[in-house]
C-alpha cells in the first residue's frame, strides 16, 4: 500500500511562487510514475504533470508548461512541484497520485491507484 502525503499549499498573489510536495512511502515505489492533478470547484480533475521515480522523464500539462517544474528527491522519496507565475486560473485543490505504465504517464487519472488528500493552492491579491 502506498501512502502520498501532500504539502505546501497556501495563498498566493498572482505572479507568485509555490512549491508543493508529495512525500511517499510503501513498498516498490521506484515502479512507479508519481502525478500532479488539480480540481477546481465545479470543475473535473485536470492532468498538471507526471514523472518516473526511476528516469527523468517528465510531462506537463500544457497549461502550466513553462511555468510549473517538476523534480523528486529519491533518498527522501519526495516529489516536488514548483510553481512559478502563479494566476488565479492555477486555484484548485492539488493531489499527487502514483500509477503505473505509459498511460499514466501521459496524465489518465484512470491509471492512478493511489491519491494523496489533496492540498489547497489559492492565487488571489
Known amino acids: 500500500q502506498v501512502q502520498l502525503v501532500e504539502s505546501g499549499g497556501g495563498l498566493v498573489q498572482p505572479g507568485g511562487s509555490l512549491r508543493l510536495s508529495c512525500a511517499a512511502s510503501?513498498?516498490?515505489?521506484?515502479?512507479?510514475?508519481m502525478g500532479w492533478f488539480r480540481q477546481a470547484p465545479g470543475q473535473a480533475r485536470e492532468f498538471v504533470g507526471s514523472i518516473k521515480w526511476n528516469a527523468y522523464n517528465v510531462n506537463y500539462a500544457d497549461s502550466v508548461k513553462g511555468r510549473f517544474s517538476l523534480s523528486k528527491d529519491n533518498a527522501k522519496n519526495t516529489v516536488y512541484l514548483q510553481m512559478t507565475k502563479l494566476e488565479p486560473e492555477d486555484t484548485a485543490v492539488y493531489s499527487c497520485?502514483?500509477?503505473?505504465?505509459?498511460?499514466?504517464?501521459?496524465?489518465?487519472?484512470?491509471?492512478?491507484?493511489?491519491w494523496g488528500q489533496g492540498t489547497q493552492v489559492t492565487v488571489s491579491s
Open positions: 497520485a502514483a500509477g503505473r505504465g505509459p498511460i499514466a504517464f501521459r496524465g489518465n487519472s484512470d491509471s492512478y491507484d493511489y
Open positions: 510503501g513498498p516498490a515505489l521506484s515502479t512507479y510514475t
